[in-house]
C-alpha cells in the first residue's frame, strides 16, 4: 500500500508541465461525474487536509473553493489518484450544484448525441 501521508502524496502526484493536476470530481452516492478542475500542489494540499475541495483558477490565477461565494461546497469523502499518478478522483458530498452555469452537473450543459457502439459478438 502506497504511503498516504501528505508529502508522500504530493512527492508521489504527477503534476503537468503547468504545474497542475485534473480533478474529477464525483458525487458519493449516486457516482455521477459533477465536473473537472486542476490543483496545483497546494490546492491539493488543501483538499487533503481542509475537508473541501479547493482548486487552482487558471482564468484567474488564484486559489478558489467551490461554494465560497455560492453555497454550493464540496466536501470531501475519498480521494485517489490514478494508476499513472496523473490525475486525481475526489469523491464528495455536493451541496446544490456543480456547475457554474446552475446545472447539477458541468456535463449536463452540452449533452451530444455520439454514435453508439455495438459489441461484436
Not at 469523502?77 to 490525475?87: F, I, M, N, V
Request: contains cysteine; negative net charge; proline residues 3%.
Amino acid at each position: 500500500m502506497p504511503d498516504t501521508s501528505i508529502d508522500a502524496v504530493l512527492e508521489r502526484a504527477v503534476f503537468g508541465e503547468n504545474g497542475l493536476l485534473p480533478a474529477i470530481i464525483q458525487q458519493e452516492d449516486t457516482r455521477e461525474v459533477l465536473m473537472l478542475g486542476y490543483m496545483n500542489a497546494e490546492a491539493l494540499r488543501r483538499t487533503l487536509t481542509e475537508g473541501r475541495v479547493t482548486f487552482w483558477s487558471r482564468s484567474r490565477q488564484e486559489f478558489w473553493r467551490k461554494g465560497d461565494t455560492s453555497g454550493h461546497a464540496q466536501y470531501v469523502k475519498r480521494a485517489s489518484l490514478d494508476c499513472d499518478a496523473d490525475t486525481l478522483l475526489v469523491v464528495v458530498e455536493q451541496v446544490g450544484n456543480a456547475c457554474h452555469t446552475g446545472a447539477h452537473a458541468c456535463f449536463d450543459v452540452d449533452p451530444l448525441d455520439p454514435f453508439i457502439g455495438v459489441r461484436d459478438e
